[in-house]
């Protein structure tokens, strides 16, 4: 469905769930792809799985909340690919806990992965981009550069035990907006994309997390990782050019509901 040949792309957290998903979409499209995760052994051995394939993808494992790291895998994109074209700031963890009792340690983890990560990859992303356009090495609208951030839906509705997240998850949306007024001038787009319930490798530890959204869902299912991946595929496609700045929610219509899970 989508041709991305000659095109390079970032993306964080990309070890497993949704991010690998993403990263493998992109390869079978013809990106070439720098794959981030902090779990060295998921970045290189799907890096690897990908080669063996016949696409270009480098590792740089490390924390993408992490100016050094973040820094890394834009220089990683434009010396060993030539360009960046695509950065998806995927990277985010969910920390469960009460509201009134929430550790601060928690609270600053949770800002330092899901925020200051998505803030400063985007902002290293679009200075290497704009340089790019500068430098004419290729511009134009579909093609100067597109941030993708991921959200969630409890960054639009209530779920219970997940207040700092929900915050964090809120300001992601808002940044798109920032992000999609601010670098428009430069023919950069930013969009986030609000899953809601997403069966990946972490969510299902839960056994009953499919019959449990099953239920919750208008569509009668949880989305796959590749559901989220293909949305995220469209926002960077040349389909997407004149969308800038918004969310595009992914979750089989949980939020025309929004019922809460009960456990
Ligand atoms: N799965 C869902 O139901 C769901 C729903 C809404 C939003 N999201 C969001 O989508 C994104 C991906 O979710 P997922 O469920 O696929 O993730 P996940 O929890 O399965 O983690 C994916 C990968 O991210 C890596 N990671 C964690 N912290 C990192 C860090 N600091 N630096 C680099 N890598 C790191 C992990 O090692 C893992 O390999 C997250 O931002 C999450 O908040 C997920």
Redesign the pocket.
């Known amino acids: 469905m989508f041709d991305f040949k000659q095109r390079v792309a970032v993306v964080?957290?990309?070890?497993?769930?949704?991010?690998?998903a993403i990263v493998r979409q992109l390869a079978q499209a013809g990106a070439c792809v720098v794959v981030?995760?902090?779990?060295a052994d998921?970045a290189t051995g799907l890096c690897q799985a990908l080669r063996d394939d016949g696409a270009a993808a480098i590792a740089v494992p490390?924390?993408?909340?992490d100016l050094d790291v973040i820094n890394s895998m834009i220089k990683a994109a434009t010396g060993e690919f030539g360009r960046l074209d695509f950065a998806v700031a995927?990277?985010?963890?969910?920390t469960f806990g009460k509201f009134i009792d929430y550790p601060i340690e928690d609270f600053q983890r949770l800002v330092d992965?899901?925020l200051r990560?998505t803030f400063f990859l985007a902002q290293s992303a679009a200075r290497a981009m704009i340089a790019q356009n500068a430098a004419s090495v290729d511009s134009g609208a579909t093609s100067a550069g597109r941030l993708v951030l991921?959200?969630?839906?409890?960054g639009l509705q209530y779920h219970p035990d997940l207040a700092a997240?929900a915050m964090s998850?809120a300001a992601i949306r808002m940044l798109a907006k920032s992000l999609g007024a601010e670098l428009g001038a430069h023919g950069i787009t930013c969009n986030a994309i609000?899953?809601?319930?997403?069966s990946?490798?972490?969510?299902l530890a839960d056994e009953d997390y499919e019959a449990t959204w099953r239920e919750l869902t208008p569509t009668g299912r949880?989305?796959t990782?590749n559901d989220?991946a293909g949305t995220a595929m469209f926002l960077l496609s040349p389909a997407a050019a004149q969308i800038t700045g918004q969310t595009l929610v992914v979750d089989g219509g949980w939020t025309c509901v929004s019922p809460p899970p009960t456990t």
């Open positions: 964080t957290g990309a070890g497993t769930g949704i991010g690998e981030n995760d902090v779990n998921l490390g924390d993408s909340s995927n990277a985010g963890i969910t992965v899901n990560g991921m959200s969630s839906v409890t997240y998850k609000a899953p809601g319930a997403t990946t490798e972490r969510t949880a989305s990782p989220i």
